[in-house]
């Protein structure tokens, strides 16, 4: 890993794709001239609204293609936070897309955990029932360091991090379109803890706004591997700034070296489902 800065896009996504990308492309080029060279989009930064089976986008398509040419205008790191992909599974995929600086697709990962929930006398969702989910565990090795990609309700689940931080991630990314309710009571708690348990960076882009049937929390952060936040944003559409310091990730493992310190003669945690790019 080296020192760089990193831009995370807080945005209101709608049910307009046009809009959305015009809006992308405005939020891409101010990160760009602040200096950003990772540019991070939150969950589903393309569409959201009621119909998304019909909506869900060809890779290599419209959506991809810009967001490749955005990458390669600005010579950066462009991760589109996730996009409604048609899969040929019956159902589309929840998938986040990386493009390098010179607009190739460098890496990509399917949404893992689905939320599935059945209150008795409350909500009922499944959202297994709209989106297939993904089967690999996925890390990005570029120029600026390794990086471990989420989405949203993954970020529950502290064992995708631990295998990934273990496997060499450095920054962890989170995609999200989390609710306002559940983020104000869980949302920094978890970054805050998936960034000092593994001693990682976590770059954390959520959407804002009002969506079909709830509020979403923005408060996108930057955290450092100690569980400081270097940024944190309100509940408006914006562009959050960082530098990353790899001196903070160095001193960090050494002075709390619980990843060298765990008991794998106890329990093992392995996967044969990772899959790094290089």
């Not at 959506?63 to 992909?85: D, E, P, Q």
Request: charged share 20%; glycine share 8%; proline share 5%.
């Amino acid at each position: 890993m080296r020192k760089f800065t990193i831009g995370l896009v807080q945005m209101d996504s709608g049910p307009d794709i046009n809009e959305n990308m015009k809006l992308a492309e405005n939020y891409v080029a101010e990160a760009a001239r602040a200096g950003a060279e990772f540019v991070l989009f939150p969950e589903t930064s393309e569409y959201i609204g009621k119909d998304i089976a019909g909506h869900a986008s060809a890779v290599p398509g419209y959506v991809s293609r810009r967001f490749s040419s955005l990458a390669k205008r600005y010579g950066i790191y462009l991760h589109c936070g996730s996009m409604t992909v048609r899969s040929g599974m019956g159902m589309p995929s929840n998938t986040s897309f990386l493009f390098g600086p010179d607009g190739e697709t460098r890496a990509c990962y399917s949404k893992l955990h689905m939320f599935d929930v059945d209150i008795p006398g409350g909500t009922v969702y499944r959202e297994s029932d709209e989106i297939y989910p993904g089967n690999e565990i996925v890390i990005a090795d570029t120029e600026l360091g390794m990086f471990g990609f989420s989405i949203c309700y993954d970020l529950r689940f502290p064992e995708l991090y631990r295998l990934m931080a273990i496997s060499g991630a450095e920054i962890l990314l989170v995609s999200a379109n989390f609710t306002h309710t559940t983020g104000e009571r869980h949302w920094e708690t978890l970054l805050r803890a998936r960034a000092i348990e593994n001693a990682c960076f976590v770059v954390a882009a959520d959407q804002c706004g009002t969506k079909p049937g709830f509020e979403a929390y923005g408060h996108s952060m930057i955290i450092d591997p100690f569980g400081e936040i270097l940024a944190v944003s309100g509940e408006r559409p914006q562009v959050l700034l960082a530098e990353l310091d790899p001196e903070l990730l160095i001193q960090a493992r050494n002075q709390i070296p619980s990843l060298m310190n765990r008991r794998d003669d106890l329990y093992d945690l392995y996967t044969d489902h990772m899959k790094i790019y290089e």
